[in-house]
T-cell receptor, first 115, second 116 residues
Framework: AQKITQTQPGMFVQEKEAVTLDCTYD???????LFWYKQPSSGEMIFLIY??????QNATEGRYSLNFQKARKSANLVISASQLGDSAMYFC????????????FGQGTRLTINP | EAGVAQSPRYKIIEKRQSVAFWCNPI?????LYWYQQILGQGPKLLIQ????????DSQLPKDRFSAERLKGVDSTLKIQPAKLEDSAVYLC??????????????FGSGTQLSVL
């Protein structure tokens, strides 16, 4: 069963608009962490934001925020005031439990910012 | 602080040939990961090392793939013999400790492998 699902293969947004990238996950472990990474055309995966399953508040990092809805098992990434440099692939990922558990990625969403 | 270094950046080989990739993690990072990213998909973990011991290699095709991390620092990933379906980007990543749920991974730029 797929643990991370990103249902939007591609998104097109006008510059300066806000954009929401969807991510749902599947786990029975009460302890887990959720990550978002950005992958520009250069190929390197860049960490954006992290949310722990026990965190009471939604995570924020500058223009990035994570809309964490635990009951729905969703962890959507919100980018405010999008910029041309935000054009990239975006991946949602999850690590379950304690110890050396692997980080599992979704299929990704390609975001294109139009001028 | 220097990032994760990988080489080569690109590699083109014919099927049945062998190939090796090299990774130098961030200094002091205990955990090293190799991921395979096929075009249009998310990265898939091949192998995870903690220092120089293997933590998870459950998705490594062991009949053709091998990896080692000598002295708990650099790592090499080898494919022998390569198949067409091995065409992918191979990403190396490292993290400071032993993979706690909150710990982020730092990635290199990857090696793009084309098998003809």
């Amino acid at each position: 069963a797929q643990k991370i699902t990103q249902t939007q293969p591609g998104m097109f947004v006008q510059e300066k608009e806000a954009v929401t990238l969807d991510c749902t996950y599947d786990t029975s472990d009460p302890s887990y962490g959720l990550f978002w990474y950005k992958q520009p055309s250069s190929g390197e995966m860049i960490f954006l934001i992290y949310q722990g399953s026990y965190d009471q508040q939604n995570a924020t990092e500058g223009r990035y925020s994570l809309n964490f809805q635990k009951a729905r098992k969703s962890a959507n990434l919100v980018i405010s005031a999008s910029q041309l440099g935000d054009s990239a692939m975006y991946f949602c990922a999850m690590r379950e439990g304690r110890g050396a558990q692997k980080l599992v990625f979704g299929q990704g969403t390609r975001l294109t910012i139009n001028p | 602080e220097a990032g994760v270094a990988q080489s080569p950046r690109y590699k083109i080989i014919e099927k049945r040939q062998s190939v090796a990739f090299w990774c130098n993690p961030i200094s002091g990072h205990a955990t090293l990961y190799w991921y395979q990213q096929i075009l249009g998909q998310g990265p898939k973990l091949l192998i995870q090392f903690q220092n120089n011991g293997v933590v998870d290699d459950s998705q490594l095709p062991k009949d053709r793939f091998s990896a080692e991390r000598l002295k708990g620092v650099d790592s090499t990933l080898k494919i022998q013999p390569a198949k067409l379906e091995d065409s992918a980007v191979y990403l190396c990543a490292s993290s400071a400790t032993t993979g706690y749920k909150h710990e982020k991974l730092f990635f290199g730029s990857g090696t793009q492998l084309s098998v003809l």
